[in-house]
């Protein structure tokens, strides 16, 4: 197991969680137990319905809507939402959504003091970490600090009957991605070991249910337990190359994020693999091998699986492999630009990895 043998830190697990159907409606008890009383409830436009209801019923202890959250937290949305926090003499933001609403709540937060109750309608995990992406003129910078944590997460699987199949199954591989980095992250501890296989167990027998009966409450809930742990790992563990990846072509080319994590994450672990033994128990989970059982994973859920489809060339697989090797970080099995460039064509082909 992760870490026994090596030594390890461990240093405990935040924020306070509650999780269940119909939690939604505790909201408004977490604002009062952070002993705030003023919330600026955050969305994106697709989700200002949602959030108008949330701010109804949260009465009093609303302070309004900010329904503006964008993908990678845009620093200039960020700037206004601050102003309509301030405007509105709010002193905590409840955060409704996805990865990009949640990063807003984050952002707001690291530039006001607002305590944070982060609400996730999605599987991609930012919701338990200490990170924060931002962009600004077509750049990314990420950072860690334990202050950009959001102070409470309410899951409420309602919440999560309605997210789009497609969605559902990108952003449930995201999640696999975090917690198969964090089994041989240089900082991988036991505890969070534990977990993150946990995690993968609960999206590998709910994801099929779901995909194939969207509103089984029963299935969604073992998927958004999964959900849970992966942010785990993801917050309390250091990534390597598949997130540096994911992060490269993002970052310099635009794909779309959960898709991208999707296609990547059998042809990164499958090559990790092959350079340690902490994996064992996510091959034994999908059939034997891991870069192999999760791409026939994949495919059996409809999932995409070639880069190509994301509008990349050839040529810019050679530019990714180029930045992708610039600078140096952690990673199982050592590795030259040549097999990242290898790793990358097959993931544009969607060769099955073996
Ligand atoms: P997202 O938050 O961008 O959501 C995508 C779209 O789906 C949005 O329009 C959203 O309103 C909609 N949506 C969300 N939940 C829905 C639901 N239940 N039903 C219907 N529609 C719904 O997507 P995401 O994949 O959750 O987040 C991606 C972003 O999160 C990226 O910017 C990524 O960098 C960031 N992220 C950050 C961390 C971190 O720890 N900092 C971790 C994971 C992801």
Redesign the pocket.
């Known amino acids: 197991m992760s870490g026994i043998g090596t030594g390890f830190v461990f240093a405990g697990i935040s924020p306070r969680v509650v999780f269940g159907a119909g939690t939604l409606a505790r909201v408004g008890d977490e604002i009062r137990r952070l002993g705030r009383s003023r919330a600026l409830v955050l969305?994106?436009?697709?989700?200002a319905g949602?959030a108008a209801a949330l701010s109804a019923a949260l009465g009093d202890l609303s302070a309004g809507i900010f329904a503006a959250?964008?993908?990678?937290?845009p620093v200039a949305v960020t700037a206004r939402a601050v102003e309509a926090y301030r405007a509105a003499g709010a002193d905590c933001v409840v955060a409704l959504?996805?990865?990009?609403?949640?990063?807003l709540g984050?952002a707001i937060a690291t530039r006001t003091g607002a305590d944070q109750v982060a609400v996730?309608?999605?599987?991609?995990?930012?919701?338990?970490?200490?990170?924060?992406?931002e962009t600004e003129g077509g750049r990314?910078t990420?950072r860690r600090d334990a202050s950009?944590r959001p102070e409470t997460v309410v899951y409420d699987v309602d919440?999560?009957?309605?997210?789009?199949v497609a969605?559902t199954v990108?952003?449930a591989l995201?999640a696999i991605a975090?917690a198969v980095e964090a089994l041989y992250a240089p900082d991988a501890n036991p505890v969070i070991g534990l977990m993150s296989i946990d995690g993968v167990r609960a999206f590998r027998e709910g994801l099929p249910v779901v995909a194939a009966t969207p509103r089984d409450r029963e299935a969604r809930a073992q998927v958004l337990y999964g959900a849970w742990l992966c942010?785990i790992a993801?917050?309390y563990t250091t990534m390597s190359l598949h997130h540096k990846l994911a992060h490269v072509l993002?970052g310099s080319f635009g794909t779309p994020?959960?898709e991208t994590h999707a296609i990547l994450l059998p042809h990164t672990a499958g090559f990790n693999a092959a350079g340690t033994d902490r994996l064992a128990e996510i091959a034994a989970l999908f059939g034997g091998s891991v870069g192999g059982g999760l791409w026939d994973f994949a495919k059996s859920l409809g999932a995409p699986l070639r880069l190509s489809e994301l509008g990349l060339s050839e040529a810019d697989l050679d530019r990714a492999a180029a930045i992708a090797v610039e600078n140096r970080y952690a990673n199982p099995r050592p590795f030259e630009e040549d097999d990242i460039r290898a790793l990358l064509q097959a993931a544009w082909e969607g060769t099955r990895p073996d």
């Open positions: 969305s994106t436009p697709n989700q949602d959250a964008e993908m990678h937290t959504g996805g990865g990009s609403t949640i990063g984050k996730p309608t999605t599987y991609a995990g930012s919701e338990m970490t200490d990170i924060l992406g990314k990420t950009i919440l999560t009957l309605g997210l789009p969605m990108t952003s995201n975090h942010s993801l917050g993002g994020h959960a």
